[in-house]
């Protein structure tokens, strides 16, 4: 049964054995069948507060423990649904590339959706999206902003130069690229 309380899936979930992950990812991937549309699936969202999640899009893939060890500066925008929140919908912007390192495969697994093929953009939102519930984070957080940043009464384009800083360092750089900076705590100085 999918946990729908919004309360329990903000938990942050606690890492686990390669072994009991295993068999956690067992149960996610058969949960994940049952459904129509879902492809992944967090253990919080079963009950389990557990670092383990699943996707199922080219091929099932189990993640026990997984991290984002790197990602893109760039960020593309992304139609969210999530079998927690059924009748939600959510526009997101999510990584365009991501690396992660979990406890059962070797090495990193990449994620990216710049290849032109729609799997791989479905794959690699869906895997930020799983994690983020391993973090205790729901779409909802990763709603797209609709604020728009206005400079003389025009909006600031995509390739303007801004200025954003955070403690003492600042920076200069186009708009696009300072997005993700701003989304991680740094403020726009100088539009």
Not at 71 to 81: L, Q, R, T
Not at 114 to 143: W, Y
Request: glycine letters at 6%; charged letters at 35%; aromatic letters at 4%.
């Amino acid at each position: 049964m999918i946990v729908t309380d919004k309360t329990e899936i903000q938990k942050k979930c606690l890492p686990t054995t390669i072994k009991e992950g295993e068999e956690i990812g067992i149960r996610l991937l058969d949960e994940l069948r049952k459904s129509d549309s879902g492809v992944g699936l967090a253990a919080n969202q079963i009950g389990i507060n557990k670092r383990v999640c699943v996707i199922n899009i080219k091929e099932p893939i189990v993640l026990i423990n997984p991290e984002i060890i790197e990602k893109s500066d760039e960020k593309f925008p992304f139609a969210e649904g999530c079998l927690s929140f059924p009748k939600d919908k959510v526009k997101t912007e999510r990584y365009v590339s991501v690396k992660i390192k979990t406890d059962n495969h070797e090495g990193t697994l990449s994620f990216s959706a710049d290849s032109g093929d729609i799997n791989d953009a479905f794959e690699c939102a869906c895997v930020q999206h799983e994690i983020d519930h391993l973090d205790g984070i729901t779409m909802f957080e990763r709603k797209r902003s609709s604020i728009t940043i206005k400079r003389e009464g025009k909006k600031i384009g995509r390739n303007d130069k801004v200025l954003i800083a955070s403690g003492t360092e600042s920076k200069v750089m186009k708009y696009k690229k300072a997005q993700p900076l701003l989304e991680d705590g740094w403020t726009l100085v100088e539009a």
